[in-house]
C-alpha cells in the first residue's frame, strides 16, 4: 500500500498530480513497449536513503568517506547484472539509455570516427545517429537496412559493403522498432573484418535476454551490451554496461561514466537496479520472459488473422509494428482513438514510410507492461480483437465508450503491483 501520506499532508499539488497519474496507470492499458510496472520491493528500494549519498567513484576507490553500504549495495547490482548477462564486467552507474550509448562511444571512438547502425527508418534508434542528436554532430554514422521489411531480413551483403567502405571502428546491433531476433555473429563477423568493436543496444528486449528467452548477443563475441533497466527488465529507471570479458574495454568504459560524462551516481537507482536483477534472476522471471513473448504472438495471430500488415511480418521479441494503411487509418488518429479508450500506444514510422515522421503510417506496440499484470494469451487477444474494432471504426463514439469500460474492467482485474486502487 503506497498512500504518499506525506505528501498529501504537505504538498496537495504534487498529490493531485501523482492521484491522476495512479489512476492513470491503474485503469489504463500499457502498450508502450519501454513501459512497465515494478515491483514494491524495486519501488522501495528507488524511494530509499540511498538518495541520500554521494559516492563518486567505484566501490572501493570512493572520493568521499561514508561508503560502507553504498559499496555493499553497487557491488551486489555489479555481480547480479553479470551473473544474469553472462558478462565478466558491468557498469552500473549510467543513467539511462541514451547517456549509456554516448558513454560507450566516447569510451571506445575518437571524435571523427565512423560508427555503423541501422538506418531509423528501418527501426533503429535516434542515439543511433539521428542528426538532432549530439553524438551525431561528434561521430560520423553510416547505416544498414533491412533487406525486406516483410520478413524483417537484415540486408548483411549491403552491410558488409558499407563496412569495408567506410570503415567504422563501431557496428551496432540494436533497434527500437525491430521485431526479429538478429544474426549476432554474423554482426561480429563481419566486424571482424573491418577491426571494428561491436556494441549491441539491447533496451527493449534485455528482460528476455536475462529471462533466456531470447539470444545473448555476449555469447556471440559481442565486446559490449547496453541495456536499460526499466523496460522489459521490470527495474528502475536507469542503464547498465557491460563487457564480456575486456578489462580494457570495462576500464574504459567506467573511466568514460565517471568522471567523463557523469558525476555522483544515482545510489537509491543502483540499490534498486540490484533489487531488480535478483528478481530477474529468479526462476519466476524466466517465466515472465516467455509468457511476454506468448503475449505478443496472441496479438500478432489477431492482427494476421484480420489482414493487418505487420512489419517483418509478425515478431520474435514482442516488439508489433503494424502498418495501418489498408485500414485507411493514420498512425496519428490510431493513437488518439485508442487513448480514448484507454489503450495507451504509439504512433511510429513503418520501413520507408511514405507519410512524415509526425504523421506516420503506423503504431507500435508490445506486451512487457501487460504481462506483469498478469494477462495471458487469452487477454491479450482480447485487446487486440477490441484494437482493431476501433481501428477499422474510429469515428464510433458508442463503440469507443463500450471498449474503454471493457478495458477498463480488465485492468481491474490484474491491478499493477505498485497500485492501492
Ligand atoms: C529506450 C532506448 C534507448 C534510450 O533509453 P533512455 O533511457 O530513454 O535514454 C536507447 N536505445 C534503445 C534501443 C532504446 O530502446
Known amino acids: 500500500m503506497q498512500e504518499y501520506n506525506y505528501i498529501k499532508e504537505q504538498d496537495n499539488e504534487v498529490y493531485e498530480a501523482l492521484m491522476g497519474e495512479e489512476h492513470r496507470e491503474s485503469v489504463g492499458l500499457e502498450l508502450i513497449p519501454s513501459e512497465n510496472y515494478v515491483s514494491r520491493a524495486v519501488f522501495e528500494a528507488n524511494g530509499s536513503v540511498f538518495q541520500n549519498k554521494y559516492s563518486e567513484g567505484y566501490p572501493g576507490r570512493r572520493y568521499y568517506g561514508g561508503q560502507d553500504f553504498t559499496d555493499q549495495v553497487e557491488r551486489l547490482a555489479i555481480e547480479r547484472a553479470c551473473e544474469l548477462f553472462g558478462a565478466k564486467y558491468a557498469n552500473v552507474q549510467s543513467l539511462s539509455g541514451a547517456p549509456a550509448n554516448l558513454a560507450v562511444y566516447s569510451a571506445l571512438l575518437e571524435p571523427g ?121 521490470r527495474g528502475p529507471r536507469g542503464a547498465i554496461i557491460l563487457t564480456k570479458e575486456d578489462k580494457v574495454i570495462a576500464k574504459k568504459i567506467n573511466t568514460s561514466v565517471f568522471p567523463g560524462l557523469q558525476g555522483g551516481p544515482h545510489m537509491h537507482q543502483i540499490a534498486a537496479k540490484a533489487v531488480a536483477f535478483k528478481e530477474a534472476l529468479s526462476p519466476k522471471f524466466q517465466t515472465y520472459a516467455q509468457q511476454i513473448l506468448k503475449n505478443a504472438k496472441a496479438m500478432e495471430a489477431v492482427f494476421i488473422r484480420e489482414g493487418v500488415r505487420l512489419m517483418c511480418g509478425g515478431t520474435d521479441n514482442h516488439l508489433l509494428l503494424a502498418d495501418l494503411t489498408a485500414l485507411n487509418v493514420s498512425g496519428v488518429e490510431a493513437q488518439t482513438a485508442l487513448d480514448e479508450c484507454g489503450i495507451t500506444l504509439n504512433k511510429n514510422s513503418i520501413a520507408d514510410d511514405p507519410r512524415g515522421p509526425m504523421d506516420p503510417s503506423g503504431i507500435r506496440f508490445g506486451t512487457p507492461a501487460i504481462t506483469t499484470r498478469g494477462f495471458m494469451e487469452e487477454e491479450c487477444a482480447q485487446v487486440a480483437e477490441l484494437m482493431i474494432e476501433v481501428l477499422r471504426d474510429k469515428d464510433n463514439q458508442e463503440l469507443k465508450d463500450r471498449v474503454k469500460s471493457e478495458i477498463e474492467a480488465l485492468c481491474l482485474k490484474f491491478p499493477i503491483p505498485t497500485s492501492f486502487i
Open 113 to 233: 570516427d565512423t560508427v555503423l547502425g541501422m538506418d531509423l527508418s528501418h527501426g533503429g534508434h535516434l542515439t543511433h545517429g539521428h542528426p538532432m542528436t549530439h553524438p551525431a554532430k561528434i561521430y560520423n554514422f553510416v547505416t544498414y537496412k533491412m533487406k525486406n521489411p516483410d520478413t524483417g531480413e537484415i540486408d548483411f551483403e549491403e552491410m558488409m559493403e558499407v563496412a569495408k567502405r567506410e570503415q567504422p571502428k563501431l557496428i551496432i546491433a540494436g533497434f527500437s522498432a525491430y521485431a526479429r531476433e538478429l544474426d549476432y555473429a554474423k554482426f561480429v563477423e563481419i566486424a571482424k573484418e573491418v577491426g571494428a568493436y561491436t556494441m549491441a543496444d539491447m533496451c527493449h528486449i534485455s528482460g528476455m535476454i536475462a529471462g533466456k528467452a531470447l539470444a545473448n548477443p555476449l555469447d556471440a563475441g559481442f565486446d559490449v551490451m547496453v541495456t536499460t533497466t526499466h523496460k522489459s527488465m
